[in-house]
């Protein structure tokens, strides 16, 4: 049994590396998949397929059609999401995914440091398990094949 | 037809009550739900109701099950959904609730400030509608009856 | 028992008057709810909530933004659904509408001239009953009471 | 991960060819299916399976039972649908198939030349992306591969 | 509380006449709804709005369009479904709609006499309740009453 | 708005009324449903309705199907359910009926005595709000409509 | 891709090699399930593997039991439904496998003989092809892949 | 085809051990998944990733959440679900798992002693099959393939 892990999250850092690093040492039957991680290229997708857009709203507005279009073939493929929550940056999309994993039924972790647990403690109550690390999520990926 | 409206939003400001004040005065049929509204005893209601909790997190857990039970019920019910985001404070139980109606097909609308597009994107590209103002959240109100 | 029922078609004439008043005669316990039926109204929607938009294909995706929020809460209530095709116009929103009834499992008539059967053939084979004239969809509604 | 792609959309020339040269070319992991592009075959099915039909209309109607299910067989095994729009045909089907995708929350590109943007206004909002040409429609589908 | 139910089955003999008049008598808060229960009007009803067709097949198929159609709308309205079955007639229909309540996660209560369990067996089972008369079917309706 | 209310549990002791009591105390505009009160009524009613059955094997399946079509009727219509658990009893069908309401995403309460929480430990994790009194769980209730 | 199809219907003749073999002969990447084709076995798996019960009636639903929980595992893995009605037996049981296969949105395919097209008519109506031979079937299975 | 199928139920014995083998002894084209079986290891593994927490019923929810989460991942996997019920611990999740495989539409069977009826009786009555020894759950299982 492979299962397919939706990685939900900023895209500044190199996090996921972290996750599919860990994941592999236990050689854990999964496959990663997750949004465009190169920054620029995400925010500028709309304009590199439609073309220069009028002002900066639109061109975020184009770019979110690809993303998210993107995101959902892949979040539709996957068997389980992780979203991980940082101190930089507003983070609504990485929320929104998590929440529409919740919606879908599919089983979700939350990664967030603690001092973030008050805003997020409704999406942590909602969402199946909420750890601190990235070892701590492993772990619970790890827990399900043994 | 009378519409019930989720008002999803952070609850430091009376926000609300622009909204109601406004669709009072073109005498939409519409009514109003939304959270705890006292920001103290919705941080509290966990305690309020179980006891002391241990530490912060507990707190903040017990609380929202009492806060996300009660978003479940009045969301439930709901036809629509306006979520409202600003400048301040994290937002992130605001965007799960907008996503949740999305994914329970439930028409949204967003208001934001223009200066918060971009970390927004993603959210008003899979929202129905997003406007910048309470008037123009109103106004789309309204056009639904005429 | 009192029906909602969505008139999705065009809203250059006045087709839907026609349906009110035959219903009306035959004292049926229904309510119609349908778009906005002022067709320049329509277009300009978006731009009347949010402003001006830079070309003809910014405003016709604001513009949308708000017909369809309209369209889902309303479709959303419904019961039934009854889309009329006619030979003007490229009517794709009306297609539209109409499978997204068959999708939602909302029973369908469709309302179009028999010139018209090769072209709509598919969707007319999906629908639950395909009439000619209006009289006809009235009739079929009135059975449903009797 | 190798995905299902449905082309909805006219069978009266072979654009589909374009864009399986296209994703060829990129390697693309991917799988197309799409309605019978013979049009004649498609129009005669029916009365090729069941014998001749009384008139024209019952012709039609024996053929959409034949092509709707196939439709239904191959898009419930797709995890992303296009549908191309051009000048020519009344194209509902086509609008059908695609507002399907959506409604049954498979991700959706509609290729539209520019000049249709304002009778495909509803429906290109409603999807995930719009583009113009094929070759952008198949940037859309590398990009979910990078 | 009032609860709707759909009553199933033949329209050759008048038991829904039954079926009414002991839920009348225990004043239970019901409201019944059921297909045409005039058999030639449920036959012809194709041909009655739609005009002769060229043979008994399709006549069939036009009257099924506008049955079916009555069907889905009531159906969809019911929280209770009641399926009678008798030893006359194929009562494919019945089967039918007694299935689709099960499908829809609708309570269902199916009558037949005990000589007929043997053809029933596998619809009896996964009905919620099978009983031999309408008096039991009543019983059963208004033991949700007390 | 007024919301109707599932009370899963027990039928030997009375916790209904108190439940009952203490809401109205607060004017909380809600309706409560439930089981059969009358635990020997409860045990009977496939006896009372269809006649002796062979062994009391069959005697409890004839009970259950009158007793789950009334659950289903009633767990249907409701908007909240609140499951009370206590030491005495196997009570799997409270199990079934909480975990009912949760997989029809409707909001659940649970009850339960602090010594029963390692038992109950993964269904109170997956209903919404675990608490230890009647008091607390309409301390709770009455949350959502302030 | 190979598509996984139900074969629905009595099981005192061997129609469904006649499926088989001319889906052979087309090559058709497909695979057959379907329920117990062994009569005396079907209707005894209940006592065979429970033991003897009190009368017919239990018999049979005990074999419901088994048959039907054989039915719900294959037929939730078809991509396809194809129903087979003759002029013998009730075939209730057929016509409940036909109506699921509808409900659970997967393509179905009728075959009847021409004389039972009025018992079957609202059937008929609400699947997607109905023929009169196992080979009309099949030529449309086949149309599918080509 | 093959088959996943998830056994629910206590993990203080090795009954899995049992299905396993007779299976395998059928050479039945299953998988086979199921909780974690370490009892101890099942109650720590929320300490074990988190840390200690503050008192046992906190101990517990932590756990809950590694044990729902692993759960929910393997039952969405689920073709089929067994579930055993004995004479020894509350095993309410269990019949919450139970529960859940049937809200899922997830074919289920109930294996329990004789003795257990009366308790076990609503549950059985909404499973698909229920019997009394593993030996015969597996015969429902090989049953399904021959």
């Given amino acids: 049994m492979n ?19 860990l994941s592999n040492n236990l050689s854990l039957p999964v496959t990663f998949v997750g949004p465009m991680e190169d920054h620029d290229r995400s925010d500028n997708i709309g304009e590199e397929i439609l073309g220069t857009m009028p002002n900066p709203i639109f061109k975020d507005s184009a770019a979110s059609d690809m993303n998210n279009f993107r995101t959902k073939v892949l979040l539709n493929k996957a068997d389980i999401v992780i979203a991980l929550f940082g101190e930089k940056y507003k983070q609504w999309n990485t929320a929104m995914d998590a929440s529409t994993a ?14 973030l647990h008050h805003p997020l ?9 909420t750890v601190e690390t990235i070892e701590q999520a492993v772990h619970v990926l790890s827990y399900v094949f043994e």
Avoid: M, Q
């Avoid at 403690?121 to 398990?129: F, G, Y």
């Fill in 121 to 129: 403690k409704e999406l942590s109550n909602k969402a199946n398990v």
């Fill in 102 to 115: 919740i919606a879908l039924d599919k089983p979700l972790i939350i990664i967030r440091p603690e001092k």
């Fill in 3 to 21: 299962l397919t892990i939706y990685l939900a999250g900023e895209i500044h850092s190199n996090w996921r590396e972290e996750v599919k690093v």
